[in-house]
């Protein structure tokens, strides 16, 4: 299975990254793509040019192995929707299974999602899940989704779309506004990302 974990990345920190190596070993993922997006339909648009922010994703997963840059929301036009995205990875790589990953609270909001009724077609869904949180499905979405194994990740084995699975990993609260903001502020950011992503941008004056 291919992982495919959006985000505006701005900046990239350890809180995504120790998330996608996790996901990654867990599910036994072939590899795991990192896709910054161009503009987010929901949220504002990203402060650190598309560049900059593919440069910090490069810095930040040097050499990992299975976690890779996927510019493919960068390079077309208009909105990054995530329909788009997993239809073309679809007709690239057409027998592989792909894992959507994403929070619960995008989980949640789905159905304000571009043709969100579609997207149980094209990818699995892979929830990240709080502690203490009982794992649910959207009601709309089970009348979408073909079928589900929100207990065990062997259930997706021969199915290349269309499942939902919970998965556990390490809640780091770190978060990329509060980064701004602390860089912004003139204080110190170290040990919330890594070392290399930080001097690019103590280097190109962002988020100041």
Known sequence: ?????????????FGHLRTAVEIK????????????????PHRPMPLAPAELRV???????????????????????????????????RDEFPEQALGLILGQDAFSGLQS?????????LAHFIVLQRPGYRPGIPKALSQHARCRFPNRAEGFNGSKSGGVYFQKVSQLEISSSAIREIIGQDKNARFLLPEPVLELIRR?????
């Open 25 to 40: 070993e867990s599910l036994n993922l072939d590899e795991l793509r990192l896709v910054p997006c161009r503009e987010p």
């Open 55 to 89: 440069n910090m994703l490069e810095r930040a997963i040097g050499n990992e192995p299975g976690l890779l840059v996927d510019t493919r929301e960068l390079d077309r036009p208009g909105p990054s929707y995530t329909y788009e995205t997993l239809e073309s990875l």
């Open 113 to 121: 999602w571009h043709r969100w009724q579609d997207l149980p077609k």
């Open 204 to 208: 190109q004056h962002l988020y100041r």
């Open 1 to 13: 299975m291919i992982g495919v974990m959006g985000g505006s990345f701005d900046p990239v920190h």
